[in-house]
C-alpha cells in the first residue's frame, strides 16, 4: 500500500497556465500540413488554419504558443513573412530538410492562429543572424499603436491595431545552432539586444526570456546570469522575466536515437529513468539562479522538452516525424508532474512539437487528424491551469530491469483550484503491477470524487487508421475514507482525481 498525504491548507506556488505551453517551428509538417493550410485548401480551414487541429487545440486549452523557433528563429527575417504572399521572399530551411520555405506562414498569420486558439504568444527573434535594428523593428511592427514607419507598414499589410507580445525570446540555443557562442559573450548580447525590445504600451509588458542551458550545462546559466545582473539593481532582476533550458528524452545516443514504436521493457525503463534526469536539471539550475534571484523574479522556461526519436521509417529525416505511444503519455505526465511541484521556479514549458514534429498532441495526413496519447495526457492535466499547487508526499518504491534504469514507480502531483476542488494527478511507469494508494487528505474531506484515466499497453498508439486506441476513460476506482480516499493505480497509466 503506498501513502500518499496532501495537506489542503498548505498552498506553496501558483502552478502557471503556461507550463502546458506548446512548441511550434518552421520545421517538416508541423506549420505547413499541420497548423496551417492555406485559405485556397480543400481541407475545411479558417484564414487558412486548420478547423479541425484549431478545435482540438481550443479543447485541451493550449495557453500558450511559441514561434518560429527553435533554430529556425536564428536565421528567420521576419520582413520575409508579411505583405503580398505572391512577392514573399522564398527561401532554403537550412536546418530542417533543406525544403523550400515560401514564408506563407509569417507574422500576421501567427498572430491569427494564436487568436483563434484563444492563447498567449510567445515569440523567439532572432539574435544568431539578425540584428538588433531588425529585433527592435519587428517589436514595433507587431505591438506600436501610433504613426512610426513599422506602425504603418503594419496598417498596409492589413493590420491597423497593434498585437499583444506577452513573451519574447531573444535568440534561441545561441550556444549551438544560434551562434555557438559563449556565456558571457551571450549575456552581454542579450543585454544590448533586449534593451530594444521596448514596451510600446505600457499596459502591457512584454515578458523577456534569455537564452539558457542545453540539458546540464551549468556554466552556461552561471555565466549568464552572473553577465546579466552585473552593474543592475535588483528591480531589473538582469534585465530578464525568464531564462530557458532545453532537455530532450533520447532513449539511446544522438546517432541512434532508437524507435518510437519499436521498443522493449528495458528500453522502456531507460525513457523513464532519462525522462526524469529532468527534475535534476531543474533543482541544479535553480540553486544557480538562487544565488542571483533568490526572490524567484526570473522564471525558467523550459521552452523545448519532450520525447526525440529516429524518425518514422521513410519520411524526411529533417522533419522529425515520429509516432506516440503509451510511453510517451507517460513521459508527458512525469514532466507536468514535475513542472507542477517546481512551480515556484518553472513559470512555462512548451513541449516540442505541436503537429507532426517530435513528442506533438496531433498527427495529421491530408485531411485525416490524429489525437496522439500525450494530447490526452494535456487533456487530463488542464485542470492544474492557475491553481495554487499543495504540499504532497508519495511513497515509491524502485521499478525497472537494470540496476541502472531502476526508477520510482508513481509520481504525484496535486493542486486546488479557485472553487475548492482538488486535483491529484499520479502517473504509473510499471509496466507490469498496479498499486493500492491510500490518500490521506489533511483540512479537506472528500464528498464528491470523480476520476479519469489514461492507460494501456507500452506500444499502444493512435493511428489513422485506429485513431482512438487510447483515449481518457472514466475511472470509478476511487473510494472515499475516513482520512481521505483510496484507489489502484493500473500499470501503465496516468490518472487524475477530482474531489470536491
Given at each position: 500500500?503506498?501513502?500518499?498525504?496532501?495537506?489542503?491548507?498548505?498552498?506553496l506556488s501558483?502552478?502557471?497556465?503556461?507550463?502546458?505551453?506548446?512548441?511550434?517551428e518552421?520545421l517538416?509538417?508541423?506549420?505547413?500540413?499541420?497548423?496551417?493550410?492555406?485559405?485556397?485548401?480543400?481541407?475545411?480551414?479558417?484564414?487558412?488554419?486548420?478547423?479541425?487541429?484549431?478545435?482540438?487545440?481550443?479543447?485541451?486549452?493550449?495557453?500558450?504558443?511559441?514561434?518560429?523557433?527553435?533554430?529556425?528563429?536564428?536565421?528567420?527575417?521576419?520582413?520575409?513573412?508579411?505583405?503580398?504572399?505572391?512577392?514573399?521572399?522564398?527561401?532554403?530551411?537550412?536546418?530542417?530538410?533543406?525544403?523550400?520555405?515560401?514564408?506563407s506562414?509569417?507574422?500576421?498569420?501567427?498572430?491569427?492562429?494564436?487568436?483563434?486558439?484563444g492563447?498567449?504568444?510567445?515569440?523567439?527573434?532572432?539574435?544568431?543572424?539578425?540584428?538588433?535594428q531588425?529585433?527592435?523593428e519587428?517589436?514595433?511592427?507587431?505591438?506600436?499603436?501610433?504613426?512610426?514607419?513599422?506602425?504603418?507598414?503594419?496598417?498596409?499589410?492589413?493590420?491597423?491595431?497593434?498585437?499583444?507580445?506577452?513573451?519574447?525570446?531573444?535568440?534561441n540555443?545561441?550556444?549551438?545552432?544560434?551562434?555557438?557562442?559563449?556565456?558571457?559573450?551571450?549575456?552581454?548580447?542579450?543585454?544590448?539586444y533586449?534593451?530594444?525590445?521596448?514596451?510600446?504600451?505600457?499596459?502591457?509588458?512584454?515578458?523577456?526570456?534569455?537564452?539558457?542551458?542545453?540539458?546540464?550545462?551549468?556554466?552556461?546559466?552561471?555565466?549568464?546570469?552572473?553577465?546579466?545582473?552585473?552593474?543592475?539593481?535588483?528591480?531589473?532582476?538582469?534585465?530578464?522575466?525568464?531564462?530557458?533550458?532545453?532537455?530532450?528524452?533520447?532513449p539511446?545516443?544522438?546517432?541512434?536515437?532508437?524507435?518510437?514504436?519499436?521498443?522493449?521493457?528495458?528500453?522502456?525503463?531507460?525513457?523513464?529513468?532519462?525522462?526524469?534526469?529532468?527534475?535534476?536539471?531543474?533543482?541544479?539550475h535553480?540553486?544557480?539562479?538562487?544565488?542571483?534571484?533568490?526572490?524567484?523574479?526570473v522564471?525558467?522556461?523550459?521552452d523545448?522538452?519532450?520525447?526525440?526519436?529516429?524518425?518514422?521509417?521513410g519520411?524526411?529525416?529533417?522533419?522529425?516525424?515520429?509516432?506516440?505511444?503509451?510511453?510517451?503519455?507517460l513521459?508527458?505526465?512525469?514532466?507536468?508532474?514535475?513542472?507542477?511541484?517546481?512551480?515556484?521556479?518553472?513559470?512555462?514549458?512548451?513541449?516540442?512539437?505541436?503537429?507532426?514534429?517530435?513528442?506533438?498532441?496531433?498527427?495529421?495526413?491530408?485531411?485525416?487528424?490524429?489525437?496522439?496519447?500525450?494530447?490526452?495526457?494535456?487533456?487530463?492535466?488542464?485542470?492544474?491551469?492557475?491553481?495554487?499547487?499543495?504540499?504532497?508526499?508519495?511513497?515509491?518504491?524502485?521499478?525497472?530491469?537494470e540496476?541502472?534504469?531502476?526508477?520510482?514507480?508513481?509520481?504525484e502531483?496535486?493542486?486546488?483550484?479557485?472553487?475548492?476542488?482538488l486535483?491529484?494527478?499520479?502517473?504509473?511507469?510499471?509496466?507490469?503491477?498496479?498499486?493500492?494508494?491510500?490518500?490521506?487528505?489533511?483540512?479537506?474531506?472528500?464528498?464528491?470524487?470523480?476520476?479519469?484515466?489514461v492507460?494501456?499497453?507500452?506500444?499502444?498508439?493512435?493511428?489513422?487508421?485506429?485513431?482512438?486506441?487510447?483515449?481518457?476513460?472514466?475511472?470509478?476506482?476511487?473510494?472515499?475514507?475516513?482520512?481521505?480516499i483510496?484507489?489502484?493505480?493500473?500499470?501503465?497509466?496516468?490518472?487524475?482525481?477530482?474531489?470536491?
Open positions: 500500500m503506498a501513502k500518499l498525504v496532501i495537506d489542503a491548507n498548505r498552498k501558483k502552478i502557471n497556465k503556461e507550463i502546458q505551453g506548446q512548441f511550434s518552421h517538416g509538417r508541423c506549420i505547413y500540413e499541420g497548423l496551417y493550410v492555406g485559405e485556397n485548401s480543400d481541407i475545411p480551414n479558417v484564414n487558412g488554419m486548420r478547423t479541425d487541429v484549431v478545435e482540438a487545440l481550443k479543447n485541451i486549452k493550449v495557453p500558450v504558443l511559441r514561434w518560429p523557433g527553435g533554430c529556425f528563429a536564428d536565421e528567420y527575417h521576419w520582413k520575409d513573412g508579411i505583405g503580398p504572399k505572391e512577392s514573399r521572399k522564398k527561401m532554403i530551411n537550412t536546418n530542417w530538410g533543406g525544403v523550400v520555405e515560401d514564408n506562414f509569417g507574422t500576421h498569420e501567427f498572430f491569427e492562429l494564436c487568436r483563434q486558439i492563447c498567449e504568444t510567445y515569440i523567439n527573434g532572432n539574435m544568431g543572424s539578425g540584428t538588433v531588425e529585433m527592435s519587428w517589436v514595433e511592427y507587431m505591438t506600436f499603436d501610433g504613426v512610426s514607419p513599422m506602425a504603418d507598414l503594419r496598417a498596409e499589410n492589413g493590420h491597423e491595431k497593434p498585437w499583444t507580445v506577452d513573451f519574447f525570446g531573444v535568440g540555443e545561441n550556444w549551438g545552432c544560434g551562434g555557438n557562442m559563449n556565456p558571457e559573450f551571450y549575456g552581454n548580447m542579450y543585454r544590448r533586449q534593451t530594444f525590445v521596448r514596451d510600446y504600451d505600457g499596459n502591457k509588458k512584454i515578458r523577456k526570456i534569455a537564452c539558457g542551458a542545453n540539458a546540464d550545462d551549468y556554466e552556461w546559466t552561471q555565466e549568464v546570469m552572473k553577465a546579466c545582473f552585473r552593474r543592475t539593481s535588483p528591480q531589473q532582476h538582469g534585465m530578464m522575466d525568464g531564462l530557458s533550458l532545453h532537455y530532450y528524452t533520447v539511446e545516443t544522438w546517432d541512434h536515437k532508437g524507435s518510437a514504436t519499436e521498443f522493449a521493457e528495458k528500453d522502456w525503463y531507460k525513457t523513464m529513468k532519462k525522462t526524469m534526469y529532468m527534475e535534476e536539471l531543474i533543482r541544479r535553480s540553486a544557480i539562479m538562487d544565488q542571483y534571484d533568490p526572490d524567484k523574479k522564471g525558467m522556461i523550459v523545448e522538452w519532450g520525447t526525440w526519436y529516429d524518425v518514422e521509417p519520411t524526411n529525416p529533417g522533419f522529425l516525424y515520429q509516432q506516440n505511444t503509451m510511453r510517451d503519455a513521459v508527458a505526465g512525469i514532466n507536468l508532474n514535475l513542472f507542477n511541484k517546481h512551480s515556484d521556479r518553472v513559470k512555462m514549458a512548451n513541449i516540442a512539437q505541436m503537429v507532426n514534429v517530435l513528442q506533438s498532441m496531433i498527427l495529421t495526413e491530408g485531411e485525416k487528424l490524429v489525437k496522439t496519447p500525450t494530447y490526452h495526457v494535456f487533456d487530463l492535466y488542464q485542470v492544474h491551469q492557475e491553481n495554487d499547487l499543495l504540499a504532497s508526499s508519495l511513497e515509491t518504491e524502485q521499478v525497472g530491469l540496476d541502472e534504469y531502476m526508477v520510482p514507480n508513481l509520481t502531483s496535486v493542486s486546488i483550484d479557485a472553487n475548492g476542488v486535483h491529484i494527478t499520479m502517473t504509473n511507469v510499471d509496466l507490469e503491477k498496479a498499486y493500492p494508494v491510500e490518500a490521506v487528505i489533511l483540512g479537506k474531506k472528500a464528498d464528491e470524487i470523480k476520476a479519469e484515466i492507460t494501456g499497453h507500452m506500444q499502444d498508439k493512435n493511428t489513422f487508421e485506429a485513431p482512438e486506441t487510447v483515449g481518457v476513460q472514466n475511472f470509478d476506482g476511487v473510494q472515499a475514507t475516513k482520512e481521505g483510496s484507489f489502484t493505480i493500473p500499470a501503465c497509466s496516468v490518472l487524475h482525481i477530482a474531489v470536491k
